[in-house]
């Protein structure tokens, strides 16, 4: 059989040898750990602790001020020594909560210890006996987002409206990105949990179908989740093309399912929610563990890295000090990102938090464009050919650049992802993903 793909992409290096043999280590965190009050799509929290308070390990201390929101809580215990705005690794500056760590880890109090036998007979059984309104509650409690970057808040998908039933629950297992690899090595270590968290994800939506979809770069997590998929009914895995950007959620849809969400659509239109690996681990601590979402799989790497590793880290420390515990860098590096390298966000400050959606932390010797010139276009159609959204990036680039709005929507600027295979094709190194940028402001603005 074929593999599954889409239609458009680009082949970027995977330079994934870099950390895809390395296991996850623990990583301490320091002294202190800064946890910003919105890592989320949508409303930021109101703190719930103040100055001096002293705090545990989960305890929660941002509360969500709306229904797309998710709360924050303590990674460390210890005490609460500022709540001020602080550099944000999204962009500027978010209030955060500064706790100085005891070192103690002292856990709050409704945190249990895994009790759920991992034998399928028992894994059933308790599944069978959860109610799909105790999982979106106790997902929501524990703060619980997409981790593969958006960061979408996890219990707002688990309740899609009544005239959207969800029949498939898709693991986004892709990481398609460039150097990442805390997908691929928690598929490997962590087997399990992710079956676990994916099937408490389709009891609470009520689907029938788990495809956990993981590209044929992977074959060893293809061969580990295909074994433990044997013993789960709804569950199976669907091998990919590796191609960028698979792991986007219409096209990884379109791959899976042959659906076609519609324009401006959510996947729930089509009867399908996307999770990410990580989630799925974090959803069945939440529910077995009552544990909040405080930690992390976060891929270290890049050519400017001396150990390129995938550590499991406290949401609140710093990026600088995972690459201190990453050896340092080989030599200064031109440039930091945060997620991979097609889509992450730059930095110009390492002392940035890690939050819940940091995949990974990139440092470059050179990026890839760097000292380049942009220069203009040439016709050559090689963006329009890439496009996974079947757009014209040649054309919205330039509408952007003249600022026609009316020209920008009729050429649906808005459908697109932002996925930079475009900038990643074109040979005149045109900055394609700035320009649509800009143009998308301008029609939100203006528009
Ligand atoms: S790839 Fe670059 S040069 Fe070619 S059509 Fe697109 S924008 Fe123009
Ligand atoms: S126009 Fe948007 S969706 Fe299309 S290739 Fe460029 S960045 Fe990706």
């Given at each position: 059989m074929g593999l599954k793909t889409f239609k458009g992409g680009v082949h970027p290096?995977?330079?994934?040898?870099?950390?895809?043999k390395v296991s996850v280590t623990p990583h301490i965190a320091a002294e202190e750990v800064i946890i910003p009050?919105?890592?989320?799509?949508g409303a930021p929290c109101k703190p719930i602790v103040k100055e001096g308070d002293t705090v545990l390990m989960g305890q929660k201390i941002g509360e969500q001020t709306s229904f797309i929101s998710a709360p924050v809580h303590a990674?460390?215990?210890?005490?609460?020594?500022a709540i001020r705005p602080y550099p944000h690794p999204g962009g500027g500056e978010e209030m955060s909560v500064f706790i100085q760590n005891d070192?103690?880890?002292?856990?709050?109090?409704d945190i249990n210890a895994?009790?759920?036998?991992?034998v399928p007979s028992k894994v059933k059984a308790y599944i069978q006996a959860l109610q799909p309104k105790e999982i979106v509650e106790k997902v929501k409690e524990a703060g619980i987002?997409?981790?593969?970057?958006?960061?979408?808040?996890t219990h707002v998908k688990l309740?899609?409206?009544?005239e959207t039933p969800i029949d498939t629950v898709l693991i986004n297992g892709?990481?398609?990105?460039?150097?990442?690899?805390s997908d691929h090595r928690q598929m490997l270590e962590n087997t399990q949990k992710v079956i676990v968290g994916a099937l408490m994800i389709a009891k609470a939506v009520s689907a029938n179908k788990i495809i956990i979809a993981i590209e044929n770069n992977k074959p060893d997590a293809v061969a580990a989740m295909q074994q433990i998929c044997?013993?789960?009914?709804?569950t199976e895995v669907a091998v990919l093309k590796?191609?960028?950007?698979?792991?986007s959620e219409k096209q990884l849809i379109q791959a899976t399912t042959k659906r076609q969400v519609p324009?401006?659509?959510?996947p729930a239109a089509v009867g399908v929610i996307v999770n990410n690996i990580d989630t799925c681990i974090a959803v069945a601590n939440a529910v077995?563990?009552?544990?909040?979402?405080i930690e992390r799989v976060v891929t270290i790497s890049?050519?400017?890295?001396?150990k390129p590793a995938n550590m499991s880290v406290r949401i609140g420390v710093k990026f600088s000090e995972l690459f201190e515990a990453a050896g340092?860098?080989?030599?200064?590096?031109k440039k930091i990102v945060m997620?991979?390298?097609?889509?992450g966000i730059a930095q110009t400050n390492i002392d940035v938090p890690v939050i819940k959606g940091t995949s990974g932390i990139l440092a470059f010797k050179?990026?890839?464009?760097?000292g380049k010139e942009e220069g203009s276009c040439i016709k050559c159609s090689k963006c329009v050919q890439v496009c996974p959204m079947r757009l014209m990036p040649n054309y919205l680039s330039v509408f952007s650049q003249k600022k026609n709005i009316d020209k920008l929507k009729e050429y649906h600027?808005?459908?697109?992802?932002?996925?930079g295979c475009c900038s990643f094709i074109c040979p005149q190194r045109r900055f394609m993903v700035q320009h649509i940028k800009a143009g998308k402001a301008l029609v939100k603005q203006k528009g």
């Open positions: 290096k995977d330079e994934k040898f870099r950390t895809n009050l919105r890592q989320h799509i990674s460390v215990s210890g005490t609460v020594v070192g103690l880890d002292t856990l709050s109090k895994w009790n759920l036998e991992m987002t997409g981790m593969g970057g958006a960061a979408f808040p309740t899609p409206p009544p892709a990481e398609c990105e460039p150097y990442l690899t044997q013993d789960y009914e709804m590796t191609k960028y950007p698979q792991g324009s401006g659509g959510l077995v563990r009552n544990m909040p979402l890049g050519d400017a890295v001396k340092g860098f080989i030599e200064e590096p997620g991979g390298p097609m889509m050179q990026p890839p464009t760097y600027i808005m459908d697109c992802m932002e996925c």
